[in-house]
């Protein structure tokens, strides 16, 4: 029977390796990997794809808020991710659900509720923190599921077009040509159902602070 393959996603070294510790030492089905970034993640899941879970700190270098979680299920699809955070607030955990997570892990409970959790997600079922309701769907909804359907580039265009760069800029950075990043502007207005780069920047502006106000009110 081939393990079933764990990446952890965090920034702090200590924390990595408790965690692996509390899976690896538990169950000798699960292999568990480490990476510091999304972009060690990135090459650890380019080198092989066969990844039974990721589990994603939502606050580390490189990544605002939703941005990292929006950018992996947009670039790995097949991929179940679950959040593992410090942050607890509901509205935090009902977005990350929203924008496909598979489940939601608080860092401050114990190993058996840790090894519960991943087990429920490794089984293909979604885990939810104990108590935690969800109330019908709010004004905000919308525009999550909006904000799923963006390509990697177009997520990546997005988070630079927050940055204030222009055209050129985003073009230079990802090395592709300006219309080429005419195009994803485009097609990220029409995605978003907003009519200009501003409203997309608002847009971009509440995944980073992991807050949805009112973008869609009137629409």
Partial sequence: MSKRRIIIVDDHPLFRSALRQTLAGGDPSIAVEEAGDLNELSAALE?????DLVLLDLNMPGTRGFSGLLLLRAQYPEVPV????AVEDSGTIRRAFELGASGYLH??????D???AIETVLSG???VPEGMEFPAEDSQSQLMRRLATLTPQ???VLMMLSDGLMNKQIAYELSISEATVKAHVSAILQKLDVDSRTQAV???SKIEEGQFGELLSGN
């Avoid at 679950?82 to 955070?85: A, D, E, P, Q, T």
């Fill in 47 to 51: 080198a092989d794809r066969d990844c």
């Fill in 82 to 85: 679950m959040i593992v955070s």
């Fill in 107 to 112: 860092k401050s409970v114990g190993s058996a």
């Fill in 114 to 116: 840790i090894r519960r």
């Fill in 125 to 127: 079922e979604v885990y």
């Fill in 154 to 156: 177009q997520v990546r």
């Fill in 202 to 204: 608002i847009a971009a």
